[in-house]
């Protein structure tokens, strides 16, 4: 580019503003832990991952994922549905790493007993939910997760 006194010069662009990307990295940096990111309710990519184990193998478990799927999104809850042919640690791991904060395992172990393993991105262990009762619980968790975050805002300005 030529300057005012006509000498080429190179020129310098700044942005301060705070966009998307920034608020995302953030929001990473400090929600997170050795297993993954650990996504705010409020900005999650996903509401929940539904980890399908066993799915080539029992068309019946395969049929109530899909279904479950569907029931999820008619509850206008983002269902990320993880029905890779991979080992269930690996989809597990996976679902850890990406952060969504809540986990549903379907197998043919749970669809035998009628239910589906519920666990938030942030608890140790997974409780087995009754099929009917997946959604309420889903949205339980989330509920309380986005309450828990506002909380923490607010104790957080308080302390400032």
């Known amino acids: 580019v030529q300057g005012a006194d006509g000498d080429a010069v190179r020129p310098t662009m700044g942005c301060y ?3 998307v990307e920034r608020i995302l990295s953030a929001a990473v940096e400090s929600n997170h ?3 993954g990111i650990q996504w705010p309710a409020s900005i999650a990519p996903f509401d929940v991952v539904m980890v399908g184990i066993g799915l080539d193998r029992d068309e019946a478990v395969r049929e109530d994922a899909e279904r479950l799927y569907e029931e999820l999104q008619a509850a206008s809850l983002d269902v990320l549905f993880d029905d890779r042919d991979e080992r ?5 791991n996976d679902a850890d790493l990406i952060g ?3 986990r549903l395992t379907v197998s043919s172990r ?3 007993a009628g239910v589906v393993e519920v666990k938030s991105r942030d608890a140790s262990e997974a409780t087995s939910v009754a099929r009917g009762e997946v959604i309420a619980q889903v949205q339980a968790i989330r509920d309380e997760l ?3 975050l506002q909380v923490e805002a607010i104790e957080r300005l308080a302390r400032q």
Request: charge should be negative; charged fraction near 25%; hydrophobic fraction near 30%.
């Open 17 to 19: 503003g705070i966009g």
């Open 33 to 35: 832990d050795e297993d």
């Open 88 to 92: 269930p640690g690996v989809k597990f």
């Open 100 to 102: 969504v904060p809540v």
């Open 110 to 112: 749970n669809h035998g």
């Open 146 to 148: 986005l309450g828990r």
